[in-house]
């Protein structure tokens, strides 16, 4: 069974300012809550080709894995895919002007999950979509702050 998740929220600040935030890696563990540390496996900067290493933890368990960044345009759409480990995902952030100076950011999470975990898709789906609602609201804060 696939898990595709799609969360997205009105951020106020200008779509450059959004995008650039979102995109560094190295602010990814101040606003996701699972994201513990995250690692440059290729040298900055982020482009089609880098991969990062991500440890995280979620559903109760620690997750390490690696991303390679399939696509990336910056101020528009960052694409990154791991296909190791028991749950192959693939995410994807996109940003579009909202309006005076404010920014929709989507972040979609889709994969297929094998063996177990396939059994617990619907759980992982809603797991998965509570917690990027929560990080779209971090995000929000944090950069509504600045």
Known sequence: MTVDVTTEIVIGRPVGVVAAYAADPSNAPAWY???TTVTWETSP??????QLAFSARFLGRHL?????ITDFVPGKRLV????????????TYTWQPAGDDSTRMTLRNR??????????APLMATAIR???RKDLRKLRAVLQAR
């Not at 900067?45 to 880098?50: D, H, I, K, T």
């Not at 390490?64 to 390679?68: L, N, S, T």
């Not at 994969?111 to 617990?120: M, N, S």
């Open 111 to 120: 994969g297929e999950p094998a063996g177990f975990p396939r059994l617990a």
């Open 33 to 35: 809550q699972n994201i």
């Open 130 to 132: 509570h917690a990027n």
């Open 45 to 50: 900067p982020l482009q089609a080709g880098s």
């Open 80 to 91: 990154m895919r791991t296909a190791q480990g028991p749950f192959p995902m693939e995410t």
């Open 64 to 68: 390490a894995y690696i991303y390679e």
